[in-house]
């Protein structure tokens, strides 16, 4: 396994880069956006391909390398179902997994930092963000902090893991890397409470000021999905009721980009094909199945909320596929207007 722990020194932020092997596919978890050239640098000289750029909650103190990182490499952007970011193109939930080719990440839900904080687990180590940090935890005093939630994200969730596993957080300021569930759990001094009220006191009397970046940060880091408008302005768009006169007719594919799990949960719209994102490359080249498909049906590409038919639109017509276009807005936006689903 290839495992890179990046430090943003200006905002004290950790960032995981993760693969399976050299030449596969990559994913990153709190990306620094000021650090997205050292990321790409990186990608390269291992020869990574990266596919998801994910983070495990909406961060304060600096500004998101999810957006730069998807414009420049096409990957899937991931947060949780809970964000109030404006579009990712993909939103995982408690229980879910997180996969990249030979890793597969599982979904914890730990919210107390932030009401969208993830944590993630992969084999011997856990990404816990900041709801768990080395001798501390994440302050719970805004954007929708709660210390209780976050009492039993830690108590009743992540200091259930084996006592040896590893934990990697999302933020340092004293220059530890790394620690263990027994270890906090013995040493961590937020944690030698003897009840929930107990931290509860304890988390609303820090009186810390605010992050230096959190009016910044904030507001840009609500705001990153990608300008579907690019793509309309082309006219390589439908709205949700002009797909749907579509469904059903024999000169029109609907493609669905999600993954497995993604269409499960959320159901597909009637007789699409199923063509994962991160098989679109070799979907879209000389030979490859969508150039057929495309050569005589019109391709009409969805995905969660667009974002990512959004980028396979841009990749197709590049290819030459003419006909190419996708479902502004996915599954969420047929899905409120009233589209035919089928589970
Ligand atoms: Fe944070």
């Known amino acids: 396994m290839i495992f890179r722990q990046l430090f943003d020194s200006v905002s004290g932020t950790y ?23 050292r990321y790409i640098q990186l990608l390269n ?14 961060h304060a103190d600096h500004v998101t390398g999810l957006g730069a990182l998807r414009d420049r490499t096409r990957c899937v952007t991931v947060m949780g179902e ?61 954007q929708n902090g709660d210390p209780r939630a976050q009492y039993e994200s830690i108590f009743n969730r992540l200091l259930k893991l084996p006592d040896d596993t590893l934990v990697y957080p999302a933020h340092d300021y004293k220059g530890d890397t790394v620690s263990t569930i027994g270890e906090e759990r013995r040493c961590n001094p937020r944690l030698q409470v003897k009840s929930v009220e107990d931290y509860v006191q304890l988390m609303n009397n820090l009186k810390l000021p605010n992050p230096k970046m959190m009016d910044v940060a904030v507001p840009a880091n609500m705001h990153i999905g990608l300008a579907q408008s690019a793509v309309a302005e082309k006219g390589w768009a ?78 197709a017509q590049e290819a030459g596929i003419a006909s190419a276009c996708h479902i502004q807005g996915g599954i969420a936006a047929w899905k409120d207007a009233g589209g035919p689903i089928e589970h």
């Open 45 to 58: 000289e291992l020869d990574l391909r990266l596919v998801k750029a994910v983070d495990t909650h909406l």
């Open 82 to 142: 809970n964000t109030k970011a404006d579009v990712v193109s993909m939103r995982l939930a408690d229980g879910d997994r997180l996969d990249i080719e030979g890793i597969s990440l599982d979904v914890i839900y730990t919210p107390g930092h932030t009401d969208d904080s993830y944590s993630f687990t992969m084999g011997d180590r856990v990404f816990t963000g900041d709801t768990l940090l080395i001798r501390g935890t994440g302050r719970t005093d805004f």
């Open 15 to 37: 960032s995981y880069l993760i693969a399976s092997r050299k030449g596969a596919e990559a994913l990153i978890i709190d990306p620094v956006l000021e650090k997205v050239d």
């Open 238 to 315: 439908l709205l949700p009721l002009e797909a749907m006169a579509l469904v059903g007719r024999p000169e029109v594919a609907l493609v669905d980009l999600r993954e497995k799990r993604e269409r499960a949960r959320h159901g597909t719209i009637p007789g699409s094909l199923h063509e994962p994102y991160t098989e679109l490359a070799d979907n879209i080249r000389p030979g490859g199945l969508l150039r057929a498909l495309g050569a005589d049906r019109r391709v009409v590409f969805y995905c969660a909320y667009g974002e990512r038919s959004a980028m396979a639109v841009q990749a």
